[in-house]
C-alpha cells in the first residue's frame, strides 16, 4: 500500500505551493496524471487521499486522476503501438522489444484549481 | 464574483523521494562508492546472494550493507557474519526503502567510518516486486532476483520492476530439475521490455552462475574507476 506514501507526499507537495502563495486560496481540485505503467493504484491513492485529507487544508478538496495509457515506440517499425500489459510489451508487428516508452511513466501533480474567498475576491475586481 | 484559478505544478508526485536519491547518489560519487539496489520479491534469495557476495568480494572491496527490513534485524545479523558494516533499517509498515531512510543508513556509515574507504554499498531492498521499483535510493544501478518457482510469467505480471533493472539474477538455479519452468521463457519476457539488462542464471546453493555475478559488480566498480579519478583531480 505505497500510495498511502505517494499520498504523504503529493500534500506536502501542494502544502509547500499553498504556503508559497501571497494569500492562501481555498484549493478545490487537485488534478494528478498517473500513467498506466507506474505501481500506482488510481482507486487506492483515491482512499488514501480522501482518509489523509480529513482535518487538514486540504479537507473536502476533490482528487482527479487522470490516467495515461501505455504508448511505446518501436524504432524499427517506426511508429507507436499499445503493449498489451501482463501479456505482450513488444511490437505486436515486428516483436522489436519495448524500449522507448511515451506514455504510461506519468506520476505528476499537473494542476491545481483554487479560489479565493468572496470578501478578498472583492480586491481583485479590475474597477475598484 | 466567485472565481476560480488554475495553477499549473507539473511536478513529480515523487519528487521529494527523488531529490533525496539525487543526493544520496552526490556523496556516494564524492567517496567513490558504487551503490546498488538489490531488489525481489520475498524469499527469492537476496540474503544469501548477498552471503555469498561478501564471502567472495570482501577480501578484494571493502563493502558496506544497508538492510532494509521490516521488522526484524535477521538478514542484518547472517550478514554481520562476514565482517561487514551491516546497517538495519527497519521500514515498519513501510513496505520499501525509500531514498530518506537510505540516507540514514548513509550518515550512519560516514559517522562510524571513513566513507571515502568503500568501493561498495549494498542496499538489500525490503522483499516486493512492486513499490521498490518506483522509489529510488541514491543507486547506480538495480539488480533484480526472480527465483526459479516464482514462474515464467512474473515479468510479464511485474513489469516495470523488470524494466528498470540493470541486472537481473535467475535465482535457485539448481531446483530446475525438479520444476516445469522454462528459463529461456523468462529471459524471453524480460527481453520484451527489456532488451539490454544483463541476465545471470544463479544458484547459491551450488555456486552455478555466481563467478558471472561477481564479473558484472567488479565491472561496476571498474566502468566508475575513471570518474573517481577525475574527482579527485578536481578536489
Redesign the interface.
Known sequence: MHETDMTKALIITVKDWWESQPVPPQISCIHLIVGKFTCVEPVSLQFAFNVQKQNTFLEGVELAIQETPLIAFCHHCQQDYFPEMGCQYACPQCQYPMEDIRSGRELKIDRIEYSFETEDSAAYAPNL | ?????????????????QEGADHNREHFDEWGIICLNVMSSPGAGKTVLLERTLAALSSELKIAVIEGDMTTELDADRLRKYNVPVIAINTGR???L?SKMVAGGIHQLSYQYNPAEFDLVLVENVGNL??P???EVGEHAKVALLSLTEGEDKP??Y??MF?EADCLLITKMDLAPHLDVDVDRIVANV?????HVAIVPVSAKTGEGLDAWFDWVRFQIKRSAPAKQQLSVVH
Request: proline letters at 6%; glycine letters at 2%; hydrophobic letters at 40%.
Open positions: 464574483m466567485h472565481q476560480t484559478f488554475d495553477a499549473a505544478l507539473g511536478i513529480n508526485l515523487l519528487h521529494a523521494n513501510s513496505c520499501h525509500d512492486v513499490c521499483a518506483e522509489f510479464l505480471k513489469p516495470v524494466q527481453r520484451q521490455m527489456n532488451p
